[in-house]
Every structure is written in C-alpha cells, then in structure tokens.
C-alpha cells in the first residue's frame, strides 16, 4: 500500500511522539481487506503516568491565557484540518473502512467545525455580574481541570475534535484514549493542535484497550470524563467517576424510533431512512433503526427502499464511487450476522439483504426487515450494523407509545407533511436529538446527546460549555459585617 498508515508512535505526549514497545500490541486492520495496516501498543502505566502528569502540569498557563489567545490556536488548528482534509479521510477510511465519499464530507471537516466553533466561542466566555443593593456577586466561569476523553470507534476524528474542542476551549488539558479498534485519527488531530500553536501537554493521546480507559477514568488527577460508547461501558466508567464525583458526559447507544405517517413524502422519508440505518454501515449511534411506517404507505415505502438500496454501490472505499462499506472489523460483523440470524428465526420478513458478501473485508449487505413485532430482539437491541427493522402502526398515539417504550433515549425522528402533527409528535418523543421532516443531521451550533440510557450531558453547541467548565460566585460586601458576637 503507498499509502503510510503506520503512526511515528503509538502515543502524543506533551506535544511529541512516545512509543513504549513493551505495551499490548494492537494491530490495526483494514476492514475493507481484514490486512494488517498498522502496529501501535497499548499505554503502559508509565505511559498513562506521563501523559496525566503533563496535562497535569501545563492546564493552569493555559487557563491563565485569554480566550481569544486559546480561540485562536483552535480556530488555526481547523484552518490545517481543512486544507489536509484529503489526507485525514483517506486515513479515516482506513481506520474505520467508512467510504472516502462519507469521510471527505463528514469527519475531518466536522473536526474542524467543532474547533472554528469552539475556538469562536472561546473570547466570549464569561461569567455574569449580580448587583444586591450595595453588594454584590460575580461569578467565574472555570476550567475543570484534566479531562479524559474516551471513543468509540465509527468516527473517530470527529469524536476526539468533539471533546477535545470544547474542552481546550475552556481552559482544559485532555488526554484522550481511541478505541482500540481505530487508534490512528486522533494522533493525527493531537498534531495538527500542536502545529497550530496548542502548548506541550494540553491535548495527549494514548492508545489502549478498555484497562487504560479505566486507569485513566479513577486518576485523582482527573476532573471529567467524557465518554462515547456502548451503555455497559457507559453504566461503568460512570460509576468510576462517581466514586471520585467526578464530572462526566456520557454518549452512549440508542435504538431510537423512526415515524413515517401516510402523508409524507415518500422520496424523502425512504432517503432519510437510508441516512438513518445505512450511512457508516450501520455504524451510526444515533440511527433511526426502529422505522415505524403507517399502514397506508408501508407497500410503497418499502418497494421504494428495496429500489433504492438495490443501487448502493459497494465496494474498495478509497474508490470515490463507493457509498457503501464494511463493517469495522470481524467481530462487529458477526454480531450483526447474529442479529440477523434472529431477526429471521423470530419471524420477522427479510425484504433485502441478510448476508455477508463473497469477497475479502467485512461486507454486509444493507439489510431490512419488514412485519417486525415490539418484543422482537431485532427491534428491542442495539445492532450497530445495516439492518433496518420496519414495524406498521396504525395511529399517532399508539406510534408514539411504542416509539417510547425503549430503555434508550438517543434520537427520534418524524416525517409527516402535517407541521403541527409533527411538531406535537416530537415534543412527546423521548429522545435528546431529533429531527423532523430530515435524519441524521448533526451540525455543531445544535446540542447532541440522549436521554434515558443513551447519556447524560450535551456535545457541540453551547450547551458543551457547561459541561466542560464550572461556575465560581463571589461574594463581595461593600460595607461593615453585622456579626452576633
Ligand atoms: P465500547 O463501549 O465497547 O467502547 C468505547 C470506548 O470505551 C473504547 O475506547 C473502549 O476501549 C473504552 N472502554 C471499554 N471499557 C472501558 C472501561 N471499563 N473503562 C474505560 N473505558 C473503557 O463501544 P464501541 O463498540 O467502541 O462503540 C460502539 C458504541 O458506541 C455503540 O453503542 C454506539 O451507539 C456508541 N456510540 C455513541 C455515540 C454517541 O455520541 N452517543 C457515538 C458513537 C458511538
């Protein structure tokens, strides 16, 4: 491969490369070919050691700077983001095997919002002035501290840029840990934060499988976790950091519910379905895989989907007609294979797809099922893969009942041409991000994150600044203090 996928060294440490041979290997694979591409090892308790103890040292001078001074590394580090957008989604591509037509559009370039966003926000953080007669109290809008950031492994660019945005924005300094299954991005993201001027150990990477997630999670050191994964994950590292009351934003899994009414418009409602369970695979967190289409339209809705997925074109993801890839890696692919096997076993109607493809990597084809009953695993649990349940319904209140009878509370969304329909349908889902009429759409300025088991806190937005800093109020009197004594 021409292509040099292999890091300089498994870790960013204090604005430098560090490699430590005598951690866990973790090979890299290329999920389109299932070939080794890359060798990085996992943090050793040194490794862990050198990076908390930089952030450690270096977060305070970068707390002390102004906003405008932070605002502006940040905003230069999405300047670079942008002009090597090309070469961060090839390596992308061959992190994750997301095709290069989604990489170029979506992650690095999502990257650098989160740090124009961010680094815009950054001079205008402040606290708030509150006259009491003649005294009077002001308040400090605070870093945290160190703050870890962990990731999954579908967008793992945009996820380390995610966290680390607004948390540098702050005040912070973070150490972030990949997942193990797509280590190369965030090394990527930590260098071009350093050629932008970001001082040595404000953001750090290390590599590592869930151990060193966890040794970084109960670090006294730290000050806040933010953490995107599965819910068990989630249900643990929350504990950890509770122990130490420590803060945390959690961005878990979902099962989240799709309402297509009768009245909508059938192209848009099968294409954001298609948005909605096909894009990255499958591998999407705020999928809408529980598509809850109304009698009428169901025949149509679903000849129109079969038509449509009959024209993906899948194949080598670096081949810029691609728009349909592999699944991440073996393992994942045979969960979904699992779920499948399920989906057929407790009666539900395979319309398209089911099967692994007869080539290298691992290829699935986009997958729907049709008739699917609540109490169906396929419709209860979180696949992470292409298939797609489609459940009939027949009234709004009883769509709406059954969209929210789901432990998760992730996403949700509507499509209806009826505007207060719509508008009173999602006010009723029980969901953090949601769309009407559109699926899927994540742009920075908007609050992402669930509710129920799906998550606690907000990324992007402004809402991400509360999560990542925390209020002082001071007291001043102006005059004598009254004591008893
Ligand atoms: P995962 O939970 O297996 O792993 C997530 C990360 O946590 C990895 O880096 C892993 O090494 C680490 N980890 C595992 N155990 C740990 C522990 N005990 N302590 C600390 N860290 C630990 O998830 P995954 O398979 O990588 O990703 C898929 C999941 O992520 C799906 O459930 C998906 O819905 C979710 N996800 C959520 C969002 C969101 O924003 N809500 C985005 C993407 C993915």
Not at 218 to 241: E, F, I, M, N, Q
Request: proline share 4%; glycine share 10%.
């Amino acid at each position: 491969m021409s292509y040099d996928t292999q890091p300089k060294a498994s870790h960013f440490i204090d604005g430098a490369y560090v490699e430590d041979k005598s951690g866990t290997p973790i090979p890299v694979i290329y999920p389109a070919t299932g070939k080794q591409i890359a060798l990085v090892h996992a943090a050793t308790p040194a490794i862990i050691d050198q990076a908390l103890a930089a952030a450690h040292r270096a977060q305070k001078q970068w707390a002390a700077m102004s906003g405008t001074e932070r605002g502006r590394i940040l905003r230069r580090a999405a300047d670079i983001m942008r002009e090597r957008n090309h070469d961060l989604s090839v390596l992308e591509t061959h992190d994750t095997g997301k095709p290069y037509q989604e990489t170029i559009a979506v992650d690095a370039t999502s990257g650098a919002d989160a740090f124009e966003y961010f680094g815009g926000l950054a001079g205008s953080l402040t606290g708030e002035h509150i006259q009491l007669g003649e005294n009077w109290v002001y308040t400090r809008r605070e870093a945290l501290g160190v703050c870890v950031g962990i990731g999954a492994w579908n967008y793992p660019t945009q996820i380390a840029c995610w966290k680390g945005a607004p948390a540098l924005a702050c005040g912070n300094s973070m150490v972030f840990k990949p997942s193990e299954m797509t280590p190369l991005c965030a090394l990527k993201v930590a260098e071009i934060l350093y050629e932008a001027g970001l001082p040595a150990g404000i953001y750090n990477v290390v590599q590592g499988l869930g151990e060193v997630g966890a040794s970084l999670v109960t670090d006294p050191r730290v000050a806040k976790v933010s953490l995107t994964g599965s819910v068990p994950t989630g249900k643990k590292v929350y504990a950890a950091a509770a122990a130490q009351m420590k803060h945390v934003t959690m961005e878990l899994g979902g099962k989240s519910p799709l309402v297509i009414f009768d009245d909508a418009h059938l192209e848009n409602a099968v294409g954001g379905a298609i948005l909605g369970n096909f894009y990255s695979s499958g591998q999407v967190c705020s999928n809408g895989t529980r598509v809850f289409v109304q009698r009428g339209i169901k025949e149509a809705f679903l000849n129109r989907l079969t038509e449509r997925l009959s024209t993906a074109v899948i194949g080598e993801p670096l081949d810029e007609a691609t728009n349909f890839g592999p699944m991440v890696s073996e393992r994942q692919m045979n969960i979904v294979l699992d779920y499948i096997e399920k989906g057929e076993k407790e009666g539900a109607r395979l319309v398209t797809g089911g099967k692994r493809l007869d080539r290298d990597g691992f290829y699935l084809q986009p997958t729907v099922f049709a008739d699917v009953t609540d109490d169906m695993t396929i419709a209860r649990e979180e696949i992470f893969g292409p298939v797609m349940a489609v459940l009939d319904f027949e009234t709004e209140e009883e769509a709406i009942t059954r969209a929210n009878a789901t432990e998760f509370g992730l996403s949700a969304g509507v499509f209806t041409r009826d505007l207060s329909r719509a508008h009173r349908v999602i006010a009723q889902l029980e969901a953090g991000s949601c769309f009407i009429n559109s699926y899927n759409d994540a742009p920075v300025e908007a609050p992402f994150g669930g509710t129920k088991m799906s998550g606690v806190g907000r990324e992007n937005s402004k809402a991400a600044i509360n999560h990542y800093s925390e209020l002082k109020s001071v007291f001043v009197r102006m005059g004598d203090v009254e004591a008893p004594f």
